[in-house]
Nanobody
Framework: QVELVESGGGSVQTGGSLRLSCVASESTIRRACMGWVRQAPGKEREGVATLSKTGNIILYADSVKGRFTISQDNAKNTLTLQMNNLKPEDTAVYYC????????????????WGQGTQVIVSS
């Protein structure tokens, strides 16, 4: 059973920062590509960032480039999303996602999902 558990969501003002973490079961972090997907109220899920297990594939949605940074610590089975210069349009539930083979930004292609953590950015 693959498990992904997110933490670090919260409420900040425009321009603030948050750091999201995702702790994965050992089998996931060793074999899968992992990423962050978000879903704003009334909108479809959007791929935010993806990182391959080897680190040779790093992708960001255009809307977050230059503001968000995805990273991983394989020793701690942890995926992190550092979010800086947050904007109200970043408000969403953020999900950690993983897949054994897929390393892109299409949310529909990820097989494993966490429960999500809420991020609220106020103006």
């Amino acid at each position: 059973q693959v498990e992904l558990v997110e933490s670090g969501g919260g409420s900040v003002q425009t321009g603030g920062s948050l750091r999201l973490s995702c702790v994965a079961s050992e089998s996931t972090i060793r074999r899968a590509c992992m990423g962050w997907v978000r879903q704003a109220p009334g909108k479809e899920r959007e791929g935010v960032a993806t990182l391959s297990k080897t680190g040779n594939i790093i992708l960001y949605a255009d809307s977050v480039k230059g503001r968000f940074t995805i990273s991983q610590d394989n020793a701690k089975n942890t995926l992190t999303l550092q979010m800086n210069n947050l904007k109200p349009e970043d408000t969403a539930v953020y999900y950690c996602a993983a897949d054994q083979f897929y390393c892109r930004l299409d949310p529909a292609k990820f097989r494993f999902w966490g429960q999500g953590t809420q991020v609220i950015v106020s103006s």
